[in-house]
């Protein structure tokens, strides 16, 4: 008998915090917001680079509202955003604007997409395994005293890869008849290289 009073009770305690979390969610979304705010307004990136955009919305009783950001089709060969992650991403050399809306209110970010790739530069793994990647995603890769040119193309992602379009570049070439995939984590600026017989290496830049 007591065991049936302890589930009654805590059944009643499930559902009292039930009630209480769907009458805030529906508070949340009949609130309307007043104001929304980005915390960038212009921003300038290179290709495949990264960058995260915080909201700020008034009143705060409306702040679990879902944003959506809009991009024309033609201005998403220039720059992208994901919705969910609010992760902007330079695509390619140009300029668009990208809007924020939410309850009737815009916000604008006007987007800067320079001709240079944030993969260019030199990156080294742990082991001395160096890499080199040109504006034009030419380079080299030394493995012990052997040098090998590279010539890197953008890939895009298979069924199966865990990788997401808003975190990483994909990028594959051959190289001293290796295959080689490189993946770019924008998130973290770090560069992981797979290749065929040859083991996963992370790179930073060097």
């Not at 960058?51 to 998403?76: C, W």
């Not at 865990?162 to 993946?183: D, F």
Request: hydrophobic share 45%; with cysteine.
């Amino acid at each position: 008998m007591k065991r049936s009073k302890k589930i009654i009770i805590w059944l009643a305690v499930a559902l009292f915090a039930a009630a209480q979390a769907i009458a805030l969610f529906l508070l949340i979304r009949t609130v309307p917001a007043s104001a929304l705010m980005l915390s960038e307004t212009a921003v300038t990136l290179k290709r495949d680079e990264g960058r995260r955009i915080d909201h700020t919305v008034e009143p705060r009783a409306a702040r679990g509202k879902l944003l959506a950001y809009r991009v024309s089709a033609s201005d998403e060969i220039v720059a992208w955003i994901d919705d969910k992650n609010e992760m902007l991403v330079g695509v390619s050399p140009g300029t668009c604007t990208i809007t924020a809306k939410l309850d009737g209110l815009e916000a604008k970010i006007e987007v800067t997409v320079l001709d240079e790739t944030v993969l260019a530069g030199e990156w080294v793994s742990e082991d001395g395994m160096s890499l080199s990647i040109g504006a034009d995603l030419s380079g080299t890769l030394v493995i012990g005293s052997g040098s090998e040119p590279v010539q890197w193309m953008r890939g895009s992602f298979g069924n199966g890869e865990s990788g997401n379009a808003w975190r990483y570049t994909k990028l594959t070439a051959s190289c001293g008849g290796t295959y080689y995939v490189l993946y770019y984590d924008r998130l973290n600026d770090t560069v992981r290289l797979r290749g065929t017989d040859a083991p996963d290496r992370l790179f930073v830049r060097g």
